[in-house]
């Protein structure tokens, strides 16, 4: 079976991924659980997700998205997707589709509170249908991100400097 990956560019090198490169809320959680906690085991996201929700934080992303300027309002998670679910059974981008050759885009601005309160919605995926939610599409995503920013890719964190995104149809040869 062939299935499509993602290609990600950063300053120091290429990484290949298959389902979700997340940055904002998602990556910080991951990031802190990982570096501060991790020798408590699976409690270590829970203390990072109550301290990243005492420290919340938006940020504003500068993006091309195939070739057309884009820039998200303040945004506490933005994920780039190549399947509906991650996470085992969180349904966060509900249109991706692994064949139609597009990275899914996911960009949520909600505050602390509003973010709090829906986000058991990403179970099912109606977070999506949020005001504050924005979704869309792109063959290629360029990053316009100066410094270098915590993302999570698949489960890994690592700190890098963005550059691009680009969806690899057929990339990879599955056996199953």
């Known amino acids: 079976m062939l299935f499509r990956s993602i290609r990600l560019v950063h300053d120091a090198g290429i990484i290949y991924y298959i389902n979700i490169l997340s940055l904002g809320f998602v990556a910080d959680?991951?990031?802190?659980?990982?570096?501060?906690?991790?020798?408590?085991?699976?409690?270590?996201?829970?203390?990072?997700?109550?301290?990243?929700?005492?420290?919340?934080?938006?940020?504003?992303?500068?993006?091309?998205?195939?070739?057309?300027?884009?820039?998200?309002?303040?945004?506490?998670?933005?994920?780039?997707?190549?399947?509906k679910?991650?996470?085992?059974?969180?349904?966060?981008?509900?249109?991706?589709?692994?064949?139609?050759?597009?990275?899914?885009?996911?960009?949520?601005?909600?505050?602390?509170?509003?973010?709090?309160?829906?986000?058991?919605?990403?179970?099912?995926?109606?977070?999506?249908h949020h005001p504050r939610i924005w979704t869309g599409q792109a063959r290629r995503i360029d990053l316009d991100f100066p410094d270098p920013t915590d993302i999570m890719i698949d489960g890994e964190v690592m700190t890098v400097r963005l550059k691009s995104l680009e969806v690899l149809p057929s990339a990879l040869r599955v056996m199953v």
């Open 85 to 128: 679910f991650t996470g085992g059974n969180m349904m966060l981008a509900p249109a991706a589709d692994t064949a139609d050759g597009q990275i899914e885009i996911v960009e949520w601005s909600a505050n602390r509170f509003d973010f709090i309160w829906n986000f058991p919605k990403c179970y099912d995926g109606s977070h999506i």
């Open 29 to 83: 959680v991951a990031t802190l659980a990982n570096r501060r906690f991790k020798r408590l085991g699976a409690a270590s996201y829970g203390l990072a997700v109550v301290l990243c929700l005492a420290n919340f934080t938006r940020r504003v992303f500068r993006l091309r998205l195939d070739g057309q300027a884009h820039q998200t309002p303040e945004t506490a998670l933005l994920i780039f997707n190549n399947s």
